[in-house]
């Protein structure tokens, strides 16, 4: 009996080493299917998009040549990319202000305000979870100068409805507000994880040395308070402004008179309505490009924002 627990004793501590061995392969294992899954949707693709922008491939054509920065060249000289450039930084200059601000003053609104505030939450939220593309329809029969719910109102006010999706002045003002819409329960949750942070203790603190008014309390202890979940909205809400495209394909279509033409619907008529496929690819690139430049300022500046 002693001579087989001495032997066994040697075969076991020889197991060991095996058995850590092969229990050093299970995180790469659990990791592999989300890594290929990602290698082959996102990198892959990606990869194609830059190859693609420097040739002068397009669908249907049987090889691709090589062409340097000339599709780039081309691009920028296209009419409808400049115009779509200035229409997406307009609407991000519209919906990204407007949803933070909003955003900001619903979760300050939504902290306290009994039982009912988890009902009010929901109601501000639920345009966030619905399909934007479903919610673009509804809107679009809202608005309709004929059938449209708020026209009739205004003829009920003896007010002149307009047709605001078919005037070029005002087609964009509407897709932002739609937009601020969409995103407006977003900006609201940060807020109000960001309002839950903040010790109340600064608050009674606040009010022992007489800065007792709401506002006051708003402005010198709360704001300042949420300045590293106000840049992370801000930049948030950016990428998401820079990605419409519901809106435009659904309601607008880039009209009229390519008011409405933004980025990404541009990249999409060229890539598979015209099948400019490398002119497409090329615009991809630089919108990657652009959203990678406002990430990475995020993170930046989210980390100055912790180091103080």
Known sequence: MAETLILAAPIEARDQPQQKADGRWIPYTMIAPAALLLIVLILVPATLVLATAFTDWQIGAGHANYTGLE???TLLSEPDFRKAVVNTVQYVVIVVPATTVLGLFAAVLLMDVGPMARIYRAVLFMPTVATL???SIAWQMLLSPTVGALPQIMRLLHLA?????QDPD??????AVIGVWAELGFAMLFFLAGLKSIPPELHDTAVLDGIGGFFDRLWHVTLPHLVP????VVFFETVHALRTFDTVAVITHGGPEKSTLLL??????EGFQLFRTNIAAAATV???LVVTAASLLQWRFAGREAQR
């Open 133 to 135: 593309a479903a919610m």
């Open 170 to 175: 005002l087609a964009l003002t509407v897709l």
């Open 161 to 165: 409805p307009n047709n605001w999706l």
């Open 264 to 269: 990404l619907y541009f990249i999409y008529v």
């Open 229 to 232: 979940m106000t840049i992370f």
């Open 286 to 288: 630089l919108f990657l």
């Open 71 to 73: 599709t780039f060249r």
